[in-house]
């Protein structure tokens, strides 16, 4: 009888172990045997630099600086640039929670910000055309600060971007275009622009981008005092985001002469908002939502995606950069194409972010298909 | 000792059970020969040491000094020898009732088809038939209590000790199973070492009662009961033994009430 | 087959009063959820899309099943068996390691003695922490499975324990006093009696398995699962996919937990225990 005992113990443990065993190969599989498709995961970009180098993928797509992280530490290597996949594509853009600029003051308030936001941006730009310029070694250390990376990850991220903040007609071309490709993928359902009260997607975008601000913020003087002492504007931004870096600059007293921080100048009172910086722009989108945010900086394509999914009224009412991400692979794979990606796995940071419309594009025009790994 | 062969032998048992605060002696010089095929009651006021005895004879206990031996041989640990009844039953709740009285044939790596030959046998001699199948929990006191003997039987031990087998059982089923287990007793002639504290039913079943004293336990008195079976529990003899045995008790009764006071006020004391 | 039909329909064969305040309870609940959706309509908040009424998340609900998402292509049903062979690795993995481990800290002193303080370390750090580290050192497969097999460990692991610890010494007795020692003591007394305490682990262990696959699936957001579902819904803003995904969760967890107990209670009965 223990015999017997033993036996079925010992069945027990077998079948267990093969079952264990069979979802094990089952699950482990490596992408599929589609020799036309690319797989993904979803990644926070923060993990990408270790998942590549722990080999689980075999590459990622990310905005900086989690390229130049990868890059300069010699585990990955860019195989393509976005400014190369969709050159000028835009990518974060400023947004005004539509109830914080539903008063004069708030409107006030937003274009005094855009004031602030634009010279910062344009700081940045002449800091940027000499790079031995004490200002360009000013930026340089604002960055450090702000992305808590290296100088030579900062220098790296900083030559792959460009700030600027028009919204030109290629500007509205491109908003237009992503939010086409997430109605043909069904994650904006028709009835949604109907809903926010848009006739179709350019109506859509024509509305959702607010360029009063913009004009009203040229007529904008600096400010001998804080005009909103008591009620600061609360704002969004993703962490260690190095497009967003006019915010940051923005922030510094270093930049002007007079000692004030350039939103000081122009009389605001600007301070980090509860949860600030948030992980991505879907959460910066959420945080409108819930009242935290009042100006936020962050990808187009998840203000798009919030705007009319989740009714999250806001307005584009500034561009912050373009280009700036890239797709990595391993520093010494033989990959050197976006082609030779075929059967590989790829990460990204999710549906709602730019990196993913952009590789999707950008294999669909290879004749490869995006897939979920399995 | 009627010429009977001695089956279990203690000598001068000693049991100090140590707790953290103190030391308890529970026997201490405790000495009783039982002879082959016989029935023996040990009988004591509660806390005297007839657990402890019984379960130092089955080997689930160690002893601190003396010496016992069944058929000869010295007991060390529990052994498939010494069948052992407990009051609780400690019937296996997951086995039917064939598969408990087939454990101890199971240890011995019987066969299975003579396993349910014998069982088969003791269920017959317990009266358990057509409860082959059921499972403890289905089972009245009195059945299980059946279990528990014919799976101490099926290993077919030497002795049987017996610890208040039937103390959970209510009173009339408990003379109806005093009755069953003389009745399987003379079919097996065991030899039965038989704890119990009521002195009627070690009237009624005992060839001898050995009486104890309080703590420490040993042997007080063994008073031979020679009257002929089945015993009629209103004869005068009967009644007389009865008298006999509960006079040795009492003062056995009363020591063990003063020392559970002084007990309570030392310990109140401290 | 017939008897996990049997078992579900015994996991809901209740009382007809149970069912009725059950239905009662589960009304209450949807009213005033409707009536807070209202209230944020009402009120034009900011997140009213966040609360979405119950019937359009039951619309999502049935929506899930039927149409194949645009990114992956993947409906509900894949998103379950994603879930469930996640849940199935943890599992396994948790018991073959859990029986063994438990049934030596119950027996042995020392082997609690060495093992207790690493469970005892170990066993209050939500299963979240151990994302950034699962998902580097172990990867896809084996990361997702690591944090489910975190929830599901513990409960099996202390009721085995327990099992042990619990078993009737009388019952030891006995079986010493029929021959029985060492190993077939343990195989015979001691499994047996820790059995039913097993499957009370395993329970517990599977509920709170399902409450680690959404964090699971945030190591691996790969390959699908209702945790990817919840997560890649709640990303792009579609809050009543995401409440269809969470009902998704509750309703294989009742129904894993509802199966377990079934089988506990069935065990506990089969064997006369408790
Ligand atoms: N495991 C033990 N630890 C400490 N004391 C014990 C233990 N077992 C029994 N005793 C003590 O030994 C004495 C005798 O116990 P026991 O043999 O059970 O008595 P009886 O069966 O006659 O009632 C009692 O005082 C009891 O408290
Ligand atoms: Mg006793």
Not at chain 1, 61 to 71: H, K, R
Not at chain 1, 149 to 170: I, P, W
Request: proline share 4%; charged share 20%; aromatic share 10%.
């Amino acid at each position: 009888m223990p015999k017997k005992n033993f036996a079925t113990a010992l069945i027990l443990a077998t079948v267990l172990l093969v079952a264990g065993v069979a979802t094990y190969v089952v699950l482990e599989q490596r992408g599929g045997d589609d020799e036309n498709a690319v797989y993904y995961v979803v990644e926070a970009p923060s993990n990408m630099k270790g998942v590549l180098a722990a080999n689980h993928i075999d590459g990622y797509i990310a905005w900086e600086p989690f390229v130049s992280d990868a890059v300069v530490d010699g585990v990955g290597k860019v195989i393509e640039w976005s400014g190369e996949i969709v050159p000028d594509h835009p990518c974060c853009v400023v947004a005004v929670y539509n109830s914080f600029a539903s008063d004069s003051e708030g409107q006030d308030m937003s274009a005094r910000f855009l004031k602030a936001h634009m010279t910062a941006t344009d700081w940045i730009n002449q800091a940027m055309d000499d790079s031995d310029s004490a200002d360009y070694a000013l930026l340089v250390d604002i960055a450090v600060e702000f992305t808590e990376r290296n100088e030579s990850v900062v220098e790296e991220a900083l030559e792959h971007m460009k700030f600027h903040y028009a919204m030109d007609a290629s500007f509205t071309t491109a908003l237009e275009n992503f939010t086409d490709m997430y109605m043909e993928l069904g994650l904006i359902a028709e009835g949604k622009l109907a809903d926010g009260g848009y006739s179709n997607v350019s109506d859509f975008i024509d509305k959702y981008i607010d360029g009063s601000y913009m004009a009203a913020a040229a007529s904008i003087e600096p400010s001998e005092t804080i005009l909103n002492p008591d009620s600061p504007i609360r704002l969004g931004f993703l962490k260690g985001d190095i497009h967003q870096l006019a915010q940051a600059v923005g922030k510094s007293d270093a930049v002007l002469e007079n000692g004030k921080s350039i939103f000081e100048e122009y009389g605001l009172n600007v301070e980090n908002a509860i949860g600030a910086p948030f992980s991505n722009g879907g959460a910066v989108m959420d945080a409108f939502a819930g009242g935290y945010v009042d100006i936020g900086y962050l990808g187009s394509p998840p203000a798009i995606l919030k705007h009319l999914n989740a009714e999250v009224r806001t307005s584009i009412v500034a561009q912050v950069n373009s280009e700036g991400s890239a797709i990595v692979v391993h520093a010494d794979s033989g990959i050197t194409s976006l082609s030779q990606l075929a059967g590989k796995t790829i990460a990204h940071p999710g549906t709602s972010s730019i990196q993913f419309l952009l590789l999707k594009a950008a294999l669909q025009w290879e004749g490869l298909e995006l897939k979920l790994k399995t | 000792m009627d010429g009977h062969e001695v089956d279990i032998r203690m000598e001068a048992l000693l049991k100090v059970f140590k707790e953290e605060t103190r030391e308890i002696v529970a026997l201490k010089e405790f000495s009783l020969d039982v002879g082959d095929g016989e029935f023996v009651c040990l009988l004591g006021p509660s806390g005297c040491g007839k657990t402890t005895v019984l379960r130092i004879v089955a080997g689930l206990e160690t002893k601190s000094g003396g010496r016992v031996t069944v058929s000869g041989v010295e007991v060390e640990g529990a052994g498939s020898n010494r069948g052992v009844v407990f009051q609780e039953f400690a019937l296996f709740p997951w086995r039917t009732v064939r598969k408990n009285i087939e454990f101890g044939l199971e240890v011995k790596k019987i066969p299975p088809h003579e396993r349910e030959a014998v069982s088969s046998t003791f269920i017959d001699l317990v009266n358990l038939e057509g409860f082959e199948n059921a499972h403890p929990h289905q089972l009245s006191g009195g059945m299980k209590q059946r279990v528990g003997i014919a799976r101490a039987l099926a290993n077919d031990p030497a002795v049987l000790l017996m610890d208040e087998p039937f103390g959970a059982l209510d009173a009339q089923t408990r003379n109806l199973m005093q009755k069953e287990l003389l009745r399987i007793w003379s079919a097996t002639r065991k030899t039965i070492l038989f704890v119990t504290h009521s002195v009627d039913e070690a009237v009624f079943l005992a060839d001898r009662i050995v009486v104890m004293t309080a703590r420490p336990g040993k042997v007080k008195r063994i008073i031979p009961v020679a009257l002929p079976r089945p015993r009629e529990r209103t004869s005068s003899e009967f009644i007389s033994i009865r008298g006999e045995v509960l006079e040795e008790l009492d003062a056995e009764f009363a020591k063990t009430m003063m020392r559970e006071m002084t007990d309570a006020s030392v310990q109140h004391k401290a | 087959m017939l008897s996990l039909v049997k078992l579900v329909k015994g996991a809901i064969a209740l009382n007809w009063r149970q069912l009725l305040l059950g239905a009662l309870s589960l009304a209450i609940f949807v009213s005033a959820w409707q009536m807070y959706s209202w209230y944020l309509n009402a009120n034009v908040s900011g997140y009213a899309a966040y609360v979405p009424y119950p019937g359009e998340v039951a619309e999502a609900f049935v929506d899930s099943f039927v149409t194949p998402a645009g990114t992956d292509g993947l409906v509900m049903s894949d998103h379950i068996i994603a879930s469930l062979k996640r849940i199935f690795m943890g599992f396994v993995i948790a018991l073959s390691i859990a029986v063994p481990a438990g049934l030596l800290m119950g027996s042995y002193i020392t082997a609690e003695g060495l093992g207790m303080p690493i469970v005892e370390i170990f066993r209050p750090i939500p299963p979240l922490a151990w994302i950034p580290l699962f998902l580097v050192v172990l990867g896809y497969l084996k990361g997702p499975a690591a944090i489910v097999f975190l929830g599901i460990f513990f409960p099996i692991l202390f009721n085995v324990i327990l099992g042990v610890k619990r078993v009737d010494p009388i019952l030891i007795d006995a079986a010493k006093t029929l021959g029985s020692k060492k190993r077939h003591l343990f195989l015979k007394v001691v499994l047996p009696y820790t059995t039913p305490y097993l499957m009370t682990g395993i329970k517990v262990g599977l509920g709170i398995g399902w409450m680690c696959i959404v964090a699971a699936e945030m190591v691996g957001k790969y390959g699908g699962g209702v945790g990817f579902y919840i997560w890649d819904r709640s990303d792009i803003g579609q809050w009543d996919y995401v409440f269809a995904g969470i009902a998704m969760i509750a309703i294989l967890g009742i129904l894993t937990t509802g199966v377990a107990s079934q089988v506990e209670r069935r065990l506990y009965a089969w064997m006369g225990m408790k």
